[in-house]
């Protein structure tokens, strides 16, 4: 059967129908008054979503732009600058920083395992001279299905004084607790894509005053992705250049679901999506890759034992249409992912669930407790 698709990758995630409707309109001028009054509502929304205050700007590219952004907006050549690096997003913020002439100080952490925090106050309280001018790190590292402990890490930045911290938070706003002004988190870097459950197209950066501090000294080269264009005109609920207008339809559509969800109930749905997974996933014998404790609210990580993982993901997209996610670079057929952030209801882990465990079978893995997924991710579900 065709067009039955379910996406249960951490990004591009489901679309609610509200959202795909309130897209398929005539754009409308972006210099209009009608388009003000959605950017008025939606930068109203987007505060609320981020728990802040500050203006949360909006920017036409994915979530890479966003962090770049936040990046290039607040340093300047030659900067120190420590980069947590524990997957593929960790090590995308190393690059990027490093493109940028920034000193990179990069603290690492084995794929699945959390960043350790007492390494940044280890570096941040040895720093006399104040020279570390922000700490880089990615919250919930989508790659290995790891949430790293942002809170503490962004208080030790605190104490330090002059460090900024900035936050690739793609897979965490929207899915966990992600208070920006009670944590002090400086920069927040997201995308349309993941927690907001929209297409592709729209990032978003959201910016403290002592960031915007840093950036009155900031020398990096930036122009379409210079922040003080767009913190100039979203006062005015404009935009510098040509906004993907009707994204933004959909960004309100999106916001105003997600507001009448309510953000304690987002959230506890996304905890529960990841204890039913894990608790499905052990009860079939494959093993959770993410270190006990440190599961992300929107991926599970999963490497089996005794098959490709590969195998098994294609076989469950071949069978029953439910897209999860591979393993990247060395991880490539020793992990699979299932994401559940965004538009994900309970059916659909249950579903994924229950697919993985039939396709086991027809794969011919030993599961001689057939059931058992579906019955350990349940007891999370009641
Ligand atoms: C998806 C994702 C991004 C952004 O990737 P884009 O392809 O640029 O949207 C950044 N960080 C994390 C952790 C992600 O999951």
Known sequence: MQEKLTLMIPGPTPVPEKVLMAMGKHPIGHRSAEFQHVVQRTSELLKWLHQTNNDVLSITGSGTAAMEAGIINTLSKGDRVVCGDNG???ER???VAKSYGLDVEVVKADWGQPLDPETFKELLDADFEKKIRAVILTHS??????INDLETISKYVHNHGKALTISDCVTSLGACNVPMDDWGIDVIASGSQKGYMMPPGLSFVAMSKRAWDANK???LPKFYLDLKQYQK???KNSNPFTPAVNLFFALQASLEMMQQEGLESIFNRHGRHRDAAQAGMKAMDLPIFSATGYGSPSITAVAPKNI????????????YDILLAGGQDHLKGKVFRIGHLGFVSDRDVLTAIAAIESTLV???INNSNLGAGVAAASKFLN
Do not use: H, Q
Not at 141 to 146: H, M, Y
Not at 311 to 316: F, G, M, S
């Open 362 to 364: 027809s794969l011919g």
């Open 141 to 146: 590292e989508t790659s290995t299905g790891v």
């Open 217 to 219: 000294d900031s020398d």
């Open 93 to 95: 913020w190393v690059k």
């Open 308 to 319: 490709d993982a590969e195998i098994l993901r294609k076989a469950v997209k071949d069978k």
């Open 88 to 90: 593929k997003f960790g």
């Open 233 to 235: 005109t979203v006062v």
